[in-house]
């Protein structure tokens, strides 16, 4: 039988410090922080600063580049509070990712997206501080209907829809 034809090409090898380390795609996660105060749902936001590499000056919602030894989840997490200054341990989610986002364009990113999601009696207050330098210029909450009506950073209003969808219409954080 004859070998069918991939379209995929090899990962590079290089040695580093005496290791052998494969260069292969990367996998990023990007979390959905939606609170609910007084029936509305609320997104948070950050916008991209002049030290990232793209999509700067648009607004996104927070994410990155997952760590050696961490899961997405703790990636999201740890994205979330270094972005956005919240830490999301006691929001309602899931521990797996919702979505999957694998389409080899681009930066050649896998994608693992997660929502922390609660019900708040005000919305508390979001910093940048734990950022790098210059990666994020501000941060914001966002009417949840807004923020899909924008175009945003890495196309992240089709994300808020597609979650807004999966987790349905109703008042529910």
């Given amino acids: 039988m004859a070998r069918p034809i991939f379209g995929n090409r090899e990962n ?3 040695e580093h410090q005496g290791r052998e380390i494969w260069l292969a795609r990367s996998v990023a996660v990007v979390a959905s922080v939606v609170a609910t105060v007084g029936g ?4 948070a936001l950050l916008e991209r600063g002049p030290a990232l590499p793209d999509e700067v000056g648009k607004l996104a919602l927070p994410g990155g580049y997952l760590d050696w030894n961490e899961t997405t989840f703790d990636a999201a997490r740890r994205e979330v509070f270094e972005e956005v200054g919240l ?3 006691e929001w309602v989610t899931t521990r797996a990712p919702w979505r999957i986002h694998d389409a080899p364009i681009g930066k050649q990113n896998v994608t693992m997206h997660h929502y922390f999601a609660r019900e708040l009696e005000a919305l508390p207050a979001l910093t940048h501080e734990h950022a790098g330098p210059g990666e994020i210029t501000r941060t914001l909450w966002m009417p949840y209907e807004d923020a899909m009506a924008l175009e945003m950073a890495f196309g992240h209003q089709h994300v808020l829809a597609a979650l807004l969808e999966r987790l349905g219409s109703s008042r529910d954080p």
């Fill in 12 to 14: 590079q090898r290089i």
């Fill in 40 to 43: 509305r749902r609320h997104v």
């Fill in 87 to 89: 830490d999301v341990a």
